[in-house]
């Protein structure tokens, strides 16, 4: 990665416009709990994580249940097949931004197992096609690196409707 800075500057009107882009390369540590997920993505696996006082699984997991705010650490593996809870299609290409050329969609989708939806793209879809309530599966990319975009994109199961 390079570590680039683009400054450009334009009179227009009268006025000086400064336009940059700012290229800051960084490392971070995910932390306890996305590394263990994304190690699971790594292997091809999903895991959510239990909250037992309110007995559901939230995927992606969490270090803390939004509901009751209690520590969580049970681990449990959840499907890679789910349920499009809702989406939304993209028709502006940001090769930046997106993982994908555009026409594409973005959905949540609940998985098997899970009480939470993980946003995810959606490909192999006629997105004139995807509607709520439809079943989706996981395709892993080929070579998992553990990270988020292991899930390559959920695509529609056979038959789905």
Same mark, same amino acid.
């Given at each position: 990665?390079?570590?680039?800075?683009?400054? /450009?500057?334009?009179?227009? &009107?009268?006025?000086?416009?400064?336009?940059?882009?700012?290229?800051?390369?960084? !490392?971070?540590?995910?932390?306890?709990?996305? +590394?263990?997920?994304?190690?699971?993505?790594?292997?091809?696996? *999903?895991?959510? *994580?239990?909250?037992?006082?309110?007995?559901i699984v939230l995927? $992606?997991?969490?270090? !803390?249940?939004?509901?009751?705010? +209690?520590?969580? +650490? /049970?681990?449990v593996e959840?499907?890679?097949?789910? !349920?499009?809870?809702?989406?939304?299609?993209?028709?502006? +290409? /940001?090769?930046e931004?997106? $993982?994908?050329?555009?026409?594409?969609?973005?959905? *949540?989708?609940?998985?098997?197992? %899970?009480? !939470?939806?993980?946003?995810?793209?959606?490909?192999?879809?006629?997105l004139k %096609?995807?509607r709520? &309530?439809m079943?989706?599966?996981?395709v892993?990319?080929?070579? $998992?690196?553990?990270?988020?975009l292991?899930?390559?994109?959920?695509? $529609?199961?056979?038959?789905?409707?």
């Open positions: 990665m390079q570590n680039e800075t683009v400054f /450009e500057v334009e009179e227009r &009107g009268g006025l000086l416009l400064h336009q940059g882009v700012i290229r800051v390369p960084y !490392t971070w540590a995910a932390g306890a709990v996305a +590394s263990k997920f994304y190690v699971g993505l790594r292997n091809r696996k *999903i895991y959510g *994580i239990r909250c037992r006082m309110c007995n995927v $992606p997991p969490k270090k !803390t249940c939004h509901q009751c705010f +209690s520590d969580l +650490s /049970e681990w959840v499907s890679d097949e789910g !349920t499009l809870q809702t989406f939304t299609v993209v028709h502006y +290409s /940001e090769p931004l997106h $993982p994908m050329k555009a026409p594409f969609a973005y959905g *949540i989708i609940k998985l098997d197992g %899970a009480d !939470t939806g993980m946003t995810h793209l959606v490909g192999e879809a006629d %096609a995807l709520e &309530g079943r989706l599966k996981a892993f990319e080929e070579k $998992p690196k553990g990270n988020y292991d899930i390559k994109y959920f695509k $529609p199961m056979k038959g789905a409707r």
